[in-house]
């Protein structure tokens, strides 16, 4: 019955080193916000910025 266990153990533990493996190594996070705001409101300094 351990053996039983041993072997099972390895086969979750070799399927998810082959799934890993076959992964990207970089990946992406993007967020994003909404706000119930005027533009103006938000960003009243932004004429500034261009200059």
Known sequence: ?????????????????????????TFH???SVSIKASPEKMFPFEPLAKL
């Open 1 to 25: 019955m351990l053996m039983l266990i041993l072997i099972a153990v390895f086969i979750i533990l070799a399927a998810a080193i082959i799934y890993a493996a076959t992964k990207p190594d």
């Open 29 to 31: 996070v993007e967020r």
